[in-house]
C-alpha cells in the first residue's frame, strides 16, 4: 500500500510540474506575441504620423518647399501633389507590408495590396515618384521590395 501511495504522489507531482511548465510555455507564447502586435502597432504609429506630414504637402504644396531638395525635380503644385500623394500611397503600403512581414496580416489581404500596388506601379507619377532622388524614408527592406515591384511591372 504504501508504494501506490509514493507512485501515486510522484504522478500527482509530475502533473503539477508539467501543468507548471505548459503555463510557462504559454505565458512566454502569449509574450512574444503581444512583443510583435507592438512592434507593428509601433511602426504603423511612425509611418501614420510620416503620412500626414505627406498629407500637409498633398493639401499645401507651398509647404513641400520647406525641404528644398524634396521638390528641386518638381514644377507645379500639381507635381508635388502626385509626388506626395503617391508617397502616401506607398506609406499606407508600408503598414501592411511591415504587418504581412511579422505575420499580423493575412496573405490573401496582402495579396489584393500587392495586386493594387502593381497597378499602381505602372503610373508613369508613381514611377517617377519612386525613382526621384528625393529622400524618402522607408524601412530598407521595403525600399528593396518596392523597387523589384516597380521594375517587374514596368
Not at 16 to 25: R, T, Y
Not at 30 to 57: I, M, P
Not at 60 to 79: G, I, K, M, T
Amino acid at each position: 500500500m504504501p508504494q501506490k501511495v509514493l507512485l501515486l504522489q510522484i504522478t500527482l507531482q509530475a502533473l503539477s510540474s508539467l501543468a507548471i511548465a505548459g503555463g510557462l510555455i504559454y505565458a512566454a507564447v502569449q509574450f512574444r506575441s503581444t512583443r510583435k502586435a507592438q512592434l507593428v502597432a509601433n511602426f504603423s504609429k511612425l509611418v501614420e504620423l510620416q503620412y500626414h506630414l505627406r498629407e500637409l504637402r498633398v493639401q499645401d504644396p507651398s509647404l513641400a518647399a520647406v525641404h528644398a531638395h524634396d521638390v528641386e525635380h518638381l514644377h507645379s503644385d500639381r507635381e508635388i501633389r502626385e509626388y506626395f500623394l503617391n508617397l502616401m500611397q506607398l506609406s499606407l503600403f508600408e503598414i501592411a507590408w511591415y504587418a504581412h512581414d511579422h505575420k499580423q496580416l493575412s496573405d490573401e489581404y496582402f495579396d489584393s495590396w500587392v495586386r493594387r500596388m502593381g497597378q499602381l506601379a505602372r503610373e508613369e507619377s508613381f514611377r517617377k515618384m519612386i525613382r526621384s532622388p528625393s529622400s524618402k524614408i522607408m524601412h530598407d527592406d521595403f525600399e528593396t521590395y518596392i523597387t523589384k515591384l516597380v521594375d517587374s511591372a514596368e
